[in-house]
């Protein structure tokens, strides 16, 4: 009587090659986009998902056009394994450089945040911690946690970040500014519509930000309808436009976490009492699951400390 052949056990998991394209594949919800992330061929990635949904016994996403639809089953497995190669990144990094995580924090900002509100106080937390280097990278495009070598980032936005910790620690409202010089010679304003007889100084980044007015609306909420809010140079970056009412250029629609060193300095002088707070607030964020090195900790609680009693009220425009 022949014995019969027993067949190979199944493998534990899948490679790891394949679980990456297939995470990157629920995530980015496209195939091609996964080959573009991971760097191969988008023929390479539709092999390693086909390995995958042998080794799960079935498919495992639904095709529409360019578009793949995972199954529930898949973005559950996805969200786990995001978590899994972010850790497995955290722990390589510490074997490329073992002595940085006693050392070296990496914090990715806007480039308004990092110039106007972090840079300048950054000295304190050097004095209290002169054996940690703070490495500042200023930068309006999303950091990517699982591929960049940056600990923590301060974001600008309304606070619901996917797999991300996000702690609110600045408010933000919008306040019309100009030099002291500036206001002294052309005159006092007591009312909104005065403003309207001086250069005005527009913020593109805030034109693009839903929470926050632009000149036009925010004249148009005080009931005034005018044209001229619509003249004025533009910048792209809100750093820019504080210099330049601080240069006399005109006035300034700033957010008030920019404008406060300046404005405390005697730089700035706020023309009007009128703060018109925003829905969106500056965040630290940071990977849910990751663990915290010491520096890191150290930070976030120096940061803490810097931003106390700086939250403003209200719910915004």
């Known amino acids: 009587m022949e014995r019969e052949e027993s067949k190979p056990a199944a493998p534990a998991m899948p490679p790891l090659l394949s679980l990456r394209a297939f ?28 390995t ?11 095709r529409t056009g360019r578009l793949v639809i995972p199954s529930d089953a898949a973005e559950a497995a996805a969200t786990s394994l995001s978590e899994g190669f972010d850790r497995l990144f955290q722990g390589a990094q510490l074997l490329r450089a073992p002595d940085r995580k006693d050392r070296v924090i990496a914090i990715s900002t806007p480039p308004a945040f990092a110039s106007k509100w972090l840079l300048p106080r950054l000295d304190r937390f050097r004095d209290q911690h002169p054996e940690v280097e703070v490495w500042v990278s200023a930068d309006m495009r999303l950091v990517d946690f699982s591929t960049g070598d940056v600990d923590l980032a301060v974001r ?6 996917e797999g991300l910790v996000a702690e609110r620690i600045l408010s933000e409202a919008v306040i019309p500014v100009a030099s002291p010089g500036f206001a002294e010679a052309h005159g ?4 909104p519509r005065d403003l ?16 926050c007015p632009s000149w036009r609306s925010w004249f148009r909420a005080r009931g005034i309808d005018d044209l001229r809010t619509l003249h004025g ?9 504080i210099d330049e009412a601080i240069a006399g250029k ?16 005697g730089r700035l002088a706020s023309l009007l009492d009128d703060a018109t707070p925003l829905r969106f607030a500056y965040w630290l964020v ?23 009693g700086d939250v403003i009220d209200g719910a915004g425009i």
């Open 23 to 50: 995470e990157a594949s629920v995530r980015l919800k496209s195939l091609s986009r996964a080959a573009e992330e991971l760097g191969v061929t988008p023929s390479a990635v539709t092999q390693h998902v086909r």
């Open 52 to 62: 995958v949904e042998a080794w799960a016994g079935g498919p495992l996403f639904r």
């Open 156 to 161: 600008y936005g309304p606070g619901d970040y």
């Open 188 to 191: 006092p304003v007591t009312c």
């Open 196 to 211: 309207l007889a001086f250069p005005l100084l527009h913020d593109m980044g805030a034109e693009a930000d839903p929470s």
């Open 233 to 241: 140079p533009r910048y792209g970056d809100a750093g820019l436009v």
């Open 250 to 265: 005109g006035i300034a629609l700033a957010k008030r976490a920019i404008a406060d060193g300046d404005i405390r300095a």
């Open 286 to 308: 940071w990977p849910r699951g990751r663990t915290l090195l010491p520096p890191v900790r150290a930070f976030i609680a120096w940061l803490r400390a810097e931003t106390v």
